[in-house]
């Protein structure tokens, strides 16, 4: 098994612990050498998007009061799926404190 695999499990096994897994998605948005791939993250995204795809995170992201908040805010007006609206969220909140750029999102 590769070793970034070990890594999201810790994901699933955080699911039940609040700040546990709110520590965990903090360090895979750091950006560090071997998640970094011509200055994209890959190892943030793919625990976002394991993390959502197999709803390690889903409930987690859900309970947010921010995530809550803004939802209410476009629910009646976006398009956009619930889980890109959650890994948007995720990006912003996690992956933004260490970045500068442009966000790509689709």
């Known amino acids: 098994m590769h070793?970034?695999?070990?890594?999201f499990q810790k994901l699933a096994e955080l699911s039940h612990e609040t700040s546990a897994l709110h520590q965990a998605l903090i360090d895979f948005h750091q950006?560090?050498?071997?998640?970094?791939?011509?200055?994209?993250?890959v190892m943030a995204g793919?625990?976002?998007?394991?993390?959502?795809?197999?709803n390690i995170i889903r409930p987690f992201v859900q309970q947010d009061p921010i995530f809550r908040e803004s939802v209410k805010l476009?629910?009646?007006?976006?398009?956009t799926h619930l889980v890109s609206l959650m890994n948007i969220f995720l990006i912003m909140k996690y992956g933004l404190p260490s970045q500068c750029g442009d966000i790509i999102e689709f």
């Open 3 to 7: 070793p970034h695999f070990a890594q």
């Open 31 to 41: 950006p560090k050498a071997s998640s970094l791939v011509k200055g994209r993250n």
């Open 46 to 54: 793919y625990a976002r998007g394991w993390g959502l795809q197999f």
């Open 74 to 79: 476009v629910e009646k007006t976006h398009l």
